[in-house]
């Protein structure tokens, strides 16, 4: 019976062991760090063009949104609303049976910054060719689901609110109810202080407003990109947007 309980004490020695080594190796590669394995193979280029071609994808959605007919007036987001220095009087002319005029006034405003958008397509493009290494590396990995969108109004919004602006003169101009309300503050100058800067130029307010939307809605498209797997619709935009997981 000797050999049979040194036998069985051998087993138990060499399953102990086993555990141990077992466990020991378990809690080493726990405790070890690795490098997410989606880096590994995402290069810098990889990055800049996966980027790049979000933006445009982005950009793309968020122009042709809004630069359709209604495309500001049927989206409560960034449709726009009458200054708020007139504001209190859209409730007087509604009360007076005068709310048409009023309604006619807000598409026109909202008309004209859609007419506005598209051109801001050539202008994110020079942006995005502008765009280094760096750039794209530190909008990708920022954390931020607007990072890129932040970039973009940092390099390019002086340059479209002079391009917009022209565009929602030209409308604002030829359009009757907003023609006559603009010629109204220009033959009574004291009226600029009463309903307040926003209404007293009116296509400056217009042009603010067409890009706060313009900016939402890219946004929004870039949030999706991130968060969404099907929103990335090619192999290099799930290459690269994997490694956010």
Same mark, same amino acid.
């Given at each position: 019976?000797?050999?049979?309980?040194?036998?069985?004490?051998?087993?138990?020695?060499?399953?102990?062991? !086993?555990?141990?080594? /077992?466990?020991?190796?378990?809690?080493?590669?726990?405790?070890?760090? !690795?490098?997410?394995?989606?880096?590994?193979?995402?290069?810098?280029?990889?990055?800049?063009?996966?980027?790049?071609?979000?933006?445009?994808?982005?950009?793309?959605?968020?122009?042709?949104?809004?630069?359709?007919?209604?495309?500001?007036?049927?989206?409560?987001?960034?449709?726009? *609303?009458? *200054?708020?220095?007139?504001?209190?009087?859209?409730?007087?002319?509604?009360?007076?049976?005068?709310?048409?005029?009023?309604?006619?006034?807000?598409?026109?405003?909202?008309?004209?910054?859609?007419?506005?958008?598209?051109?801001?397509?050539?202008?994110?493009?020079?942006?995005?060719?502008?765009?280094?290494?760096?750039?794209?590396?530190?909008?990708?990995?920022?954390?931020?689901?607007?990072?890129?969108?932040?970039?973009?109004?940092?390099?390019?919004?002086?340059?479209?609110?002079?391009?917009?602006? *022209?565009?929602?003169?030209?409308?604002?101009?030829?359009?009757?109810?907003?023609?006559?309300?603009?010629?109204? $503050?220009?033959?009574?100058?004291?009226?600029?202080?009463?309903?307040?800067?926003?209404?007293?130029?009116?296509?400056?307010?217009?042009?603010?407003?067409?890009?706060?939307?313009?900016?939402?809605?890219?946004?929004?498209?870039?949030?999706?990109?991130?968060?969404? *797997?099907?929103?990335?619709?090619?192999?290099?935009?799930?290459? /690269?947007?994997? $490694?956010?997981?």
């Amino acid at each position: 019976m000797n050999w049979l309980r040194m036998i069985l004490t051998c087993l138990v020695c060499v399953m102990l062991l !086993t555990e141990s080594a /077992v466990a020991q190796t378990t809690r080493t590669r726990r405790t070890t760090p !690795t490098a997410p394995r989606q880096n590994s193979n995402v290069s810098n280029t990889d990055i800049a063009d996966g980027l790049k071609e979000a933006l445009f994808q982005g950009v793309k959605n968020a122009i042709d949104d809004l630069g359709r007919e209604n495309g500001f007036l049927d989206n409560s987001r960034v449709r726009i *609303p009458l *200054p708020k220095g007139l504001q209190k009087t859209e409730k007087t002319l509604r009360a007076l049976g005068q709310g048409k005029r009023v309604d006619e006034f807000v598409e026109s405003m909202n008309h004209a910054a859609e007419e506005a958008v598209p051109v801001a397509a050539d202008i994110f493009i020079d942006s995005v060719k502008q765009m280094t290494f760096s750039d794209a590396r530190n909008i990708l990995l920022s954390g931020q689901d607007n990072a890129a969108t932040e970039f973009f109004r940092r390099t390019s919004e002086d340059r479209l609110r002079d391009e917009f602006r *022209p565009i929602v003169e030209r409308f604002t101009e030829k359009v009757g109810v907003t023609q006559k309300y603009k010629a109204m $503050i220009g033959r009574y100058g004291f009226m600029g202080k009463v309903v307040g800067e926003d209404a007293s130029d009116l296509d400056g307010y217009i042009t603010e407003k067409a890009l706060d939307g313009l900016f939402l809605m890219m946004a929004d498209e870039e949030r999706r990109i991130r968060r969404d *797997p099907v929103r990335r619709t090619t192999s290099l935009l799930k290459k /690269v947007f994997g $490694i956010l997981r």
